[in-house]
């Protein structure tokens, strides 16, 4: 059954109680009994992990894996795994103008990209009763994992050829990829744009927001959206130029206040995050987590437009008491409002 995803997302967002959303993939391990690594490799046990995570907490969508290695280990980039620790690249892929210029743009399918949208797949079949969302990276970024994020920053003033040739073949795959994850029955995507969070305005401008709106463009509708991501302290200067994509919703991370963002934000764009995933989710305790979760809501859950969510991915070991403590604390301050 196709949702509309664009009333599914207003009425969301005008619900007195609204339903936390945030990015919980990767904790499924715990549930599952396996490891990150065995997890990345396969499809059935990605899509069961998603319905564990259903199962077990009251979230408004469900999310794939946001492994943001997978788009460029389809260029070629070697990746590193390690236990507890979403996947990383290493190593730079492209180094020249010239590298960049003969850098095939790969079929979706490559590498594991087939099998993450399998997952999508068998996912839709085990949960019914909220959307699914499939992860994927930003233009931007992908372009700088295969540049070497340091090197990429430094080429956006020294050689913005090169990345203009790499950020155009990154979105000419994201485009095919989005597209696949919407054939293969997504309710829309999480386009994670981290890096673009380390640029001035002026950059993202350049380097990011264009090709956003090029993905946006080309797959949202009615039935699917595009919810854009930015985890970089850089995200409240560069917020026209965010807003500019016309990306469905925006996720921001604890880098920014998230009610700086809010008030610049207009009251029918819904704008979600930003409880520390690292901090919290995995360093804190309930007891601390529950008090940050209600104390973001308590400045920021007056506004209709904001939901809330963690700051960016989840990490895997993020104990599950304190993944409750959050979603009780929201269900605590929804009850306090209504009474």
């Not at 305005?201 to 463009?217: D, G, T």
Request: aromatic share 6%; with cysteine; hydrophobic share 45%.
């Amino acid at each position: 059954m196709q949702r509309n995803m664009k009333q599914w997302l207003e009425d969301l967002a005008r619900s007195p109680e609204k339903k936390p959303l945030p990015i919980l993939s990767f904790p499924a391990v715990q549930l599952l009994g396996t490891t990150v690594e065995e997890l990345i490799a396969d499809s059935a046990a990605q899509a069961r992990g998603m319905a564990l995570v259903a199962q077990e907490v009251d979230a408004a969508a469900s999310v794939s894996l946001m492994d943001l290695s997978v788009e460029a280990e389809c260029f070629g980039a070697q990746i590193r795994v390690s236990l507890g620790e979403v996947p990383t690249v290493v190593g730079r892929l492209v180094s020249t103008l010239e590298e960049a210029q003969a850098l095939a743009v790969p079929p979706v399918g490559a590498a594991r990209s087939g099998l993450y949208l399998q997952a999508v797949r068998l996912a839709k079949e085990q949960i019914h009763d909220r959307p699914v969302l499939a992860g994927v990276i930003g233009p931007f970024s992908l372009a700088a994992r295969l540049l070497d994020v340091s090197e990429a920053l430094m080429a956006c003033y020294d050689e913005p050829e090169l990345v203009e040739v790499v950020v155009e073949k990154a979105c000419q795959f994201l485009l095919s990829y989005c597209r696949a994850y919407k054939e293969a029955g997504a309710d829309g995507v999480l386009l994670a744009e981290p890096v673009a969070g380390l640029l001035s305005p002026a950059l993202v401008e350049e380097f990011s927001s264009p090709y956003v709106k090029r993905v946006v463009e080309a797959v949202q509708d009615d039935s699917f959206l595009v919810i854009y991501h930015n985890c970089g302290g850089s995200a409240l200067p560069a917020l026209p130029s965010i807003l500019s994509t016309g990306a469905a919703a925006y996720h921001f991370g604890n880098a920014v206040d998230m009610e700086d963002i809010l008030r610049q934000v207009p009251e029918d764009t819904v704008v979600l995050g930003n409880i520390d995933p690292a901090g919290e989710f995995l360093n804190g305790t309930p007891a601390s987590i529950r008090a940050a979760t209600l104390s973001l809501l308590e400045r920021c859950g007056g506004y209709p437009n904001f939901i809330l969510s963690s700051g960016c991915d989840i990490p895997p070991l993020a104990p599950w008491e304190n993944i409750h403590a959050f979603f009780d604390a929201a269900a605590e301050h929804a009850q306090k409002r209504g009474s």
